[in-house]
T-cell receptor
Framework: EDKVVQSPLSLVVHEGDTVTLNCSYEVTNFRSLLWYKQEKKAPTFLFMLTSSGIEKKSGRLSSILDKKELFSILNITATQTGDSAIYLCAVGAGGTSYGKLTFGQGTILTVHP | KAGVTQTPRYLIKTRGQQVTLSCSPISGHRSVSWYQQTPGQGLQFLFEYFSETQRNKGNFPGRFSGRQFSNSRSEMNVSTLELGDSALYLC??????????????FGPGTRLTVL
């Protein structure tokens, strides 16, 4: 069975700190890894990483994928209170896994002023 | 372009009743996936529809069902509600997973409370 594990489960930092969120996976027929940010509403898409795109960056957020070691990290630099949210890692697979993303438990990030 | 919309946003039902939730995908998106989110289990995949066909189904009992219409709008139905069905039900749409991208865009969800 496909499995995605995130760590830490929760993290408390102060504004300006840099954080690293981890995601490891065991998936048959891996195709992509996605990061989402969830506040008190729907998860919003951040990045998708695949074999042809193992590093992504957008502003203060960046992510890398290590397909050999089966993990990904999400970095947030110069954190702000608006970064407080649940960060979700999900994996998409090929074969007959149509439309299915397998999610990790999420990391709850709290940024204090 | 309008995002994924879900109705209703909140719903309160009692045990034994049934409920129907609706989802309208982003214009041009043909695949709709449904997820259940609870504090204990996180986000779990329910099923996926494409071209009015269910192509994939998660590990949920037969009380959970769905369908998709020709305009790609989708509904999910839960019959004989149980207390454990209380959750946030999320719908996500994508162009066609597997073709170009797995990226799914989520709607705001329907918060179902079963009393």
């Amino acid at each position: 069975e496909d499995k995605v594990v995130q760590s830490p489960l929760s993290l408390v930092v102060h504004e300006g700190d840099t954080v690293t969120l981890n995601c490891s996976y065991e998936v048959t027929n891996f195709r992509s890894l996605l990061w989402y940010k969830q506040e008190k509403k729907a998860p919003t898409f951040l990045f998708m990483l695949t074999s042809s795109g193992i590093e992504k960056k957008s502003g203060r957020l960046s992510s890398i994928l290590d397909k050999k070691e089966l993990f990904s990290i999400l970095n947030i630099t110069a954190t702000q209170t608006g970064d407080s949210a649940i960060y979700l890692c999900a994996v998409g697979a090929g074969g007959t896994s149509y439309g299915k993303l397998t999610f990790g438990q999420g990391t709850i990030l709290t940024v204090h002023p | 372009k309008a995002g994924v919309t879900q109705t209703p946003r909140y719903l309160i039902k009692t045990r034994g009743q049934q409920v129907t939730l609706s989802c309208s995908p982003i214009s041009g998106h043909r695949s709709v996936s449904w997820y259940q989110q609870t504090p204990g289990q996180g986000l779990q995949f329910l099923f996926e529809y494409f071209s009015e066909t269910q192509r994939n189904k998660g590990n949920f009992p037969g009380r959970f069902s769905g369908r998709q219409f020709s305009n790609s709008r989708s509904e999910m139905n839960v019959s004989t509600l149980e207390l454990g069905d209380s959750a946030l039900y999320l719908c996500a749409s994508s162009l066609e997973p597997g073709a170009l991208t797995d990226t799914q865009y989520f709607g705001p969800g329907t918060r179902l409370t079963v009393l």
